[in-house]
């Protein structure tokens, strides 16, 4: 998955740019909808809230700061 599916795939889960940008807004951040609409990949300063909302991994969505999302079984 590239970060700019899983970007899209968050906007997806989260219901589209207007609820993203409330679902933000309840967290405490003003950013509008068109705002969100422009994002080509996910502002460093907001990927880890977008998580929380969406549940999309830091690590799809930028793979480029958090590296490649983390083996999810750990051996014992």
Known sequence: MTMQEALDAAKQKAGGATDLSKAFADKGIEITSQ???????????????????TG???????????????DAEVGA
């Open 35 to 53: 705002a969100i609409s422009q994002w080509k990949k996910a502002p460093p300063d907001r990927v880890l809230v977008l998580e929380q909302i």
């Open 56 to 70: 999309i991994s830091r690590h799809l969505l930028r793979p480029d700061i958090y590296g490649k999302e983390p």
